[in-house]
């Protein structure tokens, strides 16, 4: 027969790579393995969380992958997997068999990364880095804080999924703040000494929302050594910072089924080869999205559907024992700086002969000068147009 292909991970990644899988070749039984009914889209969250609109609205469905493209749907965890037999084992015992695997379980957080924020600490302090409750319940934190008080994010080095969202979202804030809690200010206490569309984001910030937002490079504060949940505070290297409402955006690793199933190595994420997107430790699986190493790519939701396509067509190949075709990937992606203004960035990727990696083709992002109306109405049309693509 032409192959069984099961997907584990029913996000952008995972999703995108099963249905193009079947748009590429009907005949294959392509199953997707995800215990949750209904997705929620990261993308959009940072306007839900500044109430620019519901968080409904973040919510996709799998009827029409599963029904319009006959992708077979399992609503259970993967626990781990049997290599050597090629099978996924599931939450209740059963196994899934399968002649190649597509891996897109995005991330887990570093739980140990900081003293004081584990998973017990999230439950009053979000991170809402991933979206659901979580992102609700900076929502409502948000919602209930007295006007003069202070939001403060912090953001962790890189790699971590979507290098611009945090500054997104301080924007975002910063705006509802600007209308609803004018005496008020977010502080921003990064770990990094720059960032993603940094010039264009200062530009917007300076224009828009004058001092109630604020920047701290680790150049200026050291390393983010504790936090306290219970008093809502933070300590650096140098000093204490106590917010109202505070955001812990925890440093991250690939999720953790690539890690227990011997697929990633000493940081954290999958290595693998950017022509099929196979790992290097087994040639019948491969790993998409935030989960892989595919610098210098951004961990995206853009990123994953373009790596998703990319696989599924190696996938294709390498079932009918030919070698994939040459790739050639894109990251695309904006971010609201206010309810109507947008900036963003965009890279073309291609393959490398000379080492095996990808390697940037073209590049560009939103100069501080730029037409952010413009950006914002392009941005809708993309949200749109991309939800479709992988949902339907
Ligand atoms: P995910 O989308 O996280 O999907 C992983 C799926 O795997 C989940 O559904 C999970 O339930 C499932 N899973 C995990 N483990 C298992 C297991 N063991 N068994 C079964 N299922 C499993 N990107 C953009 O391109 N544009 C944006 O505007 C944008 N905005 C963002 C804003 C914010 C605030 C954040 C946090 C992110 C944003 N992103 C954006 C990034 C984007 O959300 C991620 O890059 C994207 O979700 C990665 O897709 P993925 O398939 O790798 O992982």
Known sequence: GPGRVVVVGG????????????????ALSV??????????SCPGSNE????????????????????????????AQATHLDRPRR????????????????????????????????????RTV???????????????????????????????????RCPPGPYERASLIACYLKKHKPRSKVLILDAKTRFSKQPAFEQAWRELYGDMLEWISSEKQ?????????????????????????????PQKAGALAE???????????????????????????VIGDACQAAPMPKSAFSANSQAKVCAAAVIASLAGEPPPEPLLINHCYSLVAPDEAI????VYGYSWNDGQLATRSAGETPPDGDRKREAAYARIWQRNFRADVFG
Not at 33 to 39: A, G, L, S
Request: charged share 20%; with cysteine.
């Open 11 to 26: 996000g952008f990644g995972g999703v995108t790579a099963a249905r193009y899988l079947k748009l590429m070749n009907p």
């Open 31 to 40: 199953t997707l393995v995800e215990p949750r009914d209904t997705y929620f």
């Open 48 to 75: 839900a969380i500044a109430g620019l609109s519901g968080l409904g609205t973040l919510e996709r469905s799998y009827a029409t992958v599963s029904r319009a493209f006959d992708i077979k749907k399992v609503n």
């Open 87 to 122: 099978r996924i084992v599931l939450s209740d015992g059963s196994e899934v068999p399968y002649d190649r695997l597509i891996l897109s379980p995005g991330i887990d957080f570093r739980w140990d990364a900081i003293e004081g924020y584990d998973e017990a600490a999230s």
């Open 126 to 160: 979000p991170h809402a880095w991933k979206a659901g409750p979580q992102t609700a319940m900076l929502a409502r934190q948000l919602r209930a804080m007295p006007d003069g008080g202070r939001v403060l994010i912090t953001v962790p080095a890189n790699p971590y």
């Open 222 to 250: 050291g390393r983010l050594e504790r936090v306290d949940a219970a008093a809502r505070s933070v300590e650096t290297e140098f000093d204490t910072f106590r917010a109202d409402v505070l955001n812990v955006i925890p």
């Open 260 to 286: 227990v199933s011997g697929l990633t190595d000493g940081s954290g994420w999958c290595p693998v080869d950017p022509m099929s997107f196979a790992s290097p430790f087994d040639s019948a699986i491969h």
């Open 344 to 347: 963003s960035i965009s890279g």
